[in-house]
């Protein structure tokens, strides 16, 4: 079993990339991250906002929003959940092991630096901020055509969406990929890229065995 890990800032289109990849490696399964974050920010909210010292009645409302636009309350935040993730990610690892031959792990924002050391390989996607900047903002207003559920408690307003692009960009550079996808372009160029990184992954696997 081969785990590869693709992670990358909001809007740099990581997720397509993880379910590209998924789609022309055989017997492979994605493990949604961020799933998990958002599980563990809302069961831990009050241990978060307590230590952060807000008060108010919409403490949720500045989780979501927060998290992704200030560094400071991201480490702080990822301090608290980090370690229930992570015990949920490996869960489902070890259940997946016997029945998939790779395991895609799928996150983002500020790295979970444990996710990536134990990747066999990773794989940075990126993308400039305006192009950034325009996925986001039409996600964040009809989040439920991309398939995340509602997200009515996320801010539309630009500024916040501004920071998150912004704060997220951390992300591209946090850590030195195996793999690097640039997506400025179309789903065309970027499928082009996932196929050389797939024949690249599965190249060296054969030559490894």
């Known amino acids: 079993m081969k785990i590869i890990g693709v992670f990358g ?20 399964i994605i493990i949604n991250v961020d799933k998990y974050m958002h599980e563990e920010l809302e069961n831990q909210k009050d241990l978060i906002l307590d230590t952060l010292e807000i008060e108010g ?6 989780i979501c929003n927060h998290t992704v636009q200030s560094l400071e309350v991201s480490i702080i935040t990822i301090g608290i959940i980090e370690e229930k993730v992570y015990s949920k990610v490996l869960k489902d690892i070890e259940s997946f092991r016997n029945k998939y031959k790779y395991i895609i792990l799928d996150w983002y924002a500020i790295p979970l630096t444990r996710l990536y050391n134990i990747c066999d390989y990773t794989v940075c996607v990126y993308a400039d901020y305006d192009k950034r900047l325009k996925r986001l903002t039409e996600r964040l207003k009809d989040s439920n055509i991309y398939g995340y559920g509602d997200r009515s408690y996320w801010s539309y307003e630009q500024d916040a969406i501004e920071k998150r692009v912004t704060i997220t960009a951390l992300n591209d550079y946090g850590y030195i990929a195996d793999f690097l996808i640039e997506n400025n372009s179309n789903i065309a160029d970027m499928e082009e890229k996932v196929n050389n990184i797939v024949k690249n992954i599965e190249d060296k696997i054969c030559n490894n065995l």
């Open 57 to 62: 009645t919409d403490r949720n409302k500045y």
């Open 9 to 28: 800032g909001s809007g740099t289109g990581k997720s397509t990339a993880s379910k590209m990849i998924s789609s022309k490696i055989k017997n492979s």
